[in-house]
């Protein structure tokens, strides 16, 4: 089956006084009808840039310099604005980090609901009291669908009148509405208590199931990942360094950095264990030396890193970014 | 908005009223000239009519006895006889109020309507030539004294080109009789176009010169909370929803960019009382403005007295509509 959305060779600068910051820095993505892809990674990685390009709202000072991005066989990088925003939020809808600051504060979240049904849905009654009905109906249905009860009157409320889970239900709610093929959800519950978290991903695993869309998760959590991703990539310094499905990728991390994320989940079972964060900070991105990314925090780094470093196979339907994969596995 | 919060202000307004009797009546007692001399003039008159005219005004009294009695009064809602007149002041000062009051509105419309599309416009041309030019716009128009840029008015458009009045309200050939004291209003109301298009010619310059600053400030209101709503991560969301550009500017970005602008709106207008009295003088406008400027030389206390109290009350009443305003507009504060 061919991949719904398939990004190639994607690079996005951010120009700015200290110089130009490539945020994204020759990125590839696949992701397959129905799958989940989880995308992970430490805060700054990029993750965020990347499918901010692929939605092209990437801003001032921002650029997508280069690269291919097709959905469907589609350049998106050639579509005009107009065409552009028949896809936004009809074909690709995304969800941001926080719903708190991405729901407009003046504007009732039936508004803001219907907004979108009324930008995309053709299946609308053309005016009058029946678009009106139909609208309302609708939106009824989604608060419902994503767990907001008494929805009715609901729709009447602002954003602040939601709890933090209850507005992330309603940003997933109206990134839905218009039943796109592809979810884009921006770190969906980092910004909720664990319990809330729980529900939310629930939440967008048993949508995907029933609407059969594809999503892709964005977060910094692997464990999230293991628990909800068919498949996931792992960012770093504005690259991919692994990719492959899930349970291998957990089971065999194949890059130096992926075993250190890993590491620092706490597993069950292993329970009392400190907690191994990597150390040291994802690098400035201004002026980067050529070499891998990961050398100044790599603890198996070496000579042969210094050379710029290209992501190699890693086994089926695996690759990763590391001149150790080079080696003969003992 | 709860009753409470309502008495809350008014009671606010007490001391406030205090202060500025007290001041108004601290300066017009420093202020060098005596309103018998000016009444007088060079008339001939003998120093007992002299003195019984004093007597009449209640000035040969010592200055804190005559601020208590004007305080007794005022509080019976009588503030006293203008000088000038001989009426009560509150008549004088009704008489004039609706010129003061359409003149203000309509600069007010203007700068409104003239300030919002500049500075959104100026806002997603960021950096642009129309921007800079609207900064450099707009820093003049703080800047001009509200007498040069009227007198200029009048040079060009009265003087030079002949297309618009030189002053006043009206011309002696449209006078209509008033009804509610609002000429735009009252010649419709009478039915007499030509007259509400000369009423309409009169009002334009003294409106832009009253309004110039306002739009001024307005504008650049406008323009920098306009982009600092547009960093916003809801107008991202509401892009991401694929909406109209023009429903993500002017219904995500400019519904929440207009808050501080009509606040400020509203506050302003009462800095549109001080730049009346100015205006009015330029432009011949028989409104409040021009009275008490005319009042302060004639040193025709009363009057003064009385029209400052009556600012400070408008100046309050407008600060608190700017909260009413604000709690409307923004759904997350509530009073
Ligand atoms: N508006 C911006 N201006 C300058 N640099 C930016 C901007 N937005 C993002 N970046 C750069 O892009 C990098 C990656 O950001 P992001 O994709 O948001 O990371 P992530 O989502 O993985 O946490 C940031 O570290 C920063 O250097
Ligand atoms: S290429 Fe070298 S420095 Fe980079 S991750 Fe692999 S071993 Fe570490
Ligand atoms: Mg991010």
Not at chain 1, 55 to 76: K, N, T
Not at chain 1, 136 to 143: D, F, Q, T, Y
Not at chain 2, 30 to 58: F, H, S, Y
């Amino acid at each position: 089956m061919s991949a719904l959305l398939e990004v190639r060779g994607l690079r996005t600068v951010f120009h700015t006084r200290a110089g130009e910051v490539w945020a994204v820095d020759g990125v590839d993505v696949e992701v397959r009808r129905g799958e989940c892809l989880g995308i992970v990674g430490e805060s700054g990685s990029g993750k965020s840039v990347t499918f901010a390009s692929v939605m092209g709202l990437v801003r001032s000072p921002g650029r997508v310099a280069e690269g291919q991005i097709l959905f469907e066989g589609r350049d998106l990088r050639a579509l005009s604005l107009r065409e552009m925003r028949a896809v936004r939020g009809k074909e690709i809808a995304m969800t941001m980090q926080d719903a708190l600051t991405a729901l407009n504060p003046a504007l009732t979240v039936g508004e803001q609901i219907r907004e979108a049904l009324e930008a995309h849905d053709e299946t609308l009654p053309a005016r009058g009291q029946p678009r009106r009905a139909a609208i309302r109906a609708k939106s009824v249905e989604m608060l419902g669908l994503v767990g907001i009860p008494s929805a009715e009157s609901r729709l009447r409320q602002y954003p602040h009148e939601f709890s933090g889970g209850m507005r992330q239900r309603i940003m997933i709610a109206i990134a839905l509405a218009c039943r796109p093929k592809l979810l884009i959800a921006d770190e969906p519950t980092t910004a909720l208590d664990v319990t809330i978290q729980a529900q939310v991903l629930e939440l967008i695993t048993d949508i995907r199931a029933r609407l059969g869309m594809s999503v892709v998760l964005i977060t910094h959590d692997l464990g999230v990942v293991a628990e909800h991703c068919d498949r996931v990539m792992v960012m770093y310094a504005g690259q991919v360094v692994e990719s492959g499905p899930t349970a291998e990728v957990i089971a065999t991390p194949r890059h130096p950095y992926t075993r250190g994320l890993l590491a620092s989940i706490p597993r069950p079972g292993l329970r009392g264990q400190p907690i191994r964060p990597i150390e040291g900070q994802v690098p400035d991105l201004i002026g980067m030396a050529p070499q891998c990314r990961f050398y100044s925090r790599c603890p198996v780094r070496r000579e042969a890193c210094l050379a710029p470093v290209a992501m190699r196979p890693a086994g089926a339907g695996r690759s990763a970014r590391c001149v150790l994969l080079d080696e003969v596995p003992a | 908005m709860s009753l409470g919060k309502l008495i809350e202000r008014l009671l606010q307004l007490v001391p406030v009223l205090l202060g500025v009797s007290l001041i108004v009546f601290v300066m017009m007692a420093l202020t060098p000239g005596d309103p018998v001399q000016i009444m007088i003039g060079d008339q001939n008159i003998t120093p007992e009519q002299e003195d019984a005219l004093r007597r009449g005004l209640g000035l040969d009294r010592p200055i804190v006895e005559r601020f208590f009695v004007f305080l007794g009064n005022a509080m019976q809602g009588d503030f006293g006889q203008s000088f000038y007149h001989r009426r009560p002041v509150a008549d004088v000062i009704a008489e004039r109020l609706p010129a003061t009051i359409e003149l203000s509105l309509v600069a007010l419309i203007v700068a409104l309507v003239t300030a919002i599309p500049l500075g959104v416009l100026a806002a997603i041309r960021k950096n642009s030539i129309f921007d800079k030019l609207a900064t450099v716009g707009s820093l003049l128009g703080v800047s001009l004294p509200g007498f040069w840029f009227g007198i200029l008015l009048i040079m060009l458009f009265a003087v030079q080109w002949h297309i618009l009045p030189v002053s006043g309200r009206i011309g002696y050939s449209s006078e209509i009789e008033t009804i509610t004291g609002f000429l735009l209003i009252d010649t419709l109301l009478r039915g007499n176009l030509p007259a509400f298009w000369d009423a309409v010619k009169h009002l334009i310059l003294p409106a832009v010169t009253l309004g110039l600053p306002m739009t001024a400030i307005l504008m650049r209101v406008t323009r920098t909370s306009m982009l600092e709503v547009l960093r916003q991560d809801y107008v991202t969301f509401a892009d991401a929803k694929g909406l109209s550009r023009r429903r993500v500017l002017f219904r995500h970005a400019l519904k929440n960019a207009l808050i501080p602008t009509v606040s400020v709106a509203a506050i302003e207008t009462g800095s549109l009382l001080g730049g009346n009295m100015i205006v009015e003088t330029v432009f011949g406008w028989p409104g409040l403005g021009r009275l008490v400027v005319e009042s302060i030389f004639l040193r025709n206390y009363p009057l003064v007295q009385a029209a400052v109290l009556l600012y400070a009350v408008i100046y309050v009443g407008l600060n608190f509509f700017a909260d009413i305003l604000y709690t409307i507009l923004n759904p997350r504060v509530k009073l």
